[in-house]
């Protein structure tokens, strides 16, 4: 096939026409590219997508829906600067103790 789509074709599979509306699904592969993995915070089910980079620094990346979600950056003062949720940082830290996350020496 020698046309140039502009968009891959997914009115047949509307879920994932969906996601990539909402651009997750690509950003997804990207950060799973990157290592990182989405995890869930266990208070308030706020997905976030961390990588474990060494064994002290852990890597978190919030989306804005993750932020508007959670309570704890939902409640911060204007201008605050966005810290973490300390729950979702209970999650992260099992997640990493259960190997669920992606370590960068490994490739
Ligand atoms: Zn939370």
């Not at 089910?45 to 474990?52: E, F, G, S, Y």
């Not at 204007?78 to 973490?84: L, N, V």
């Amino acid at each position: 096939m020698s046309t140039w789509a502009k968009a891959p074709d997914l009115a047949d599979r509307p879920h994932q026409r969906d996601a990539v509306r909402e651009g997750t699904v690509a950003d997804r592969d990207a950060y799973l590219r990157d290592g990182l993995r989405p995890v869930q915070c266990e208070q308030c089910a706020t997905t976030v997508l961390a990588k474990k980079n060494s064994p002290q620094h852990t890597s978190v990346q919030w989306s804005a829906e993750s932020t508007q979600q959670c309570a704890v950056f939902a409640s911060r003062a204007p201008g605050e600067p966005a810290e973490s949720c300390p729950d979702l940082r209970r999650s992260i830290a099992a997640a990493a103790d259960e190997g669920r996350l992606d370590t960068s020496d490994r490739s």
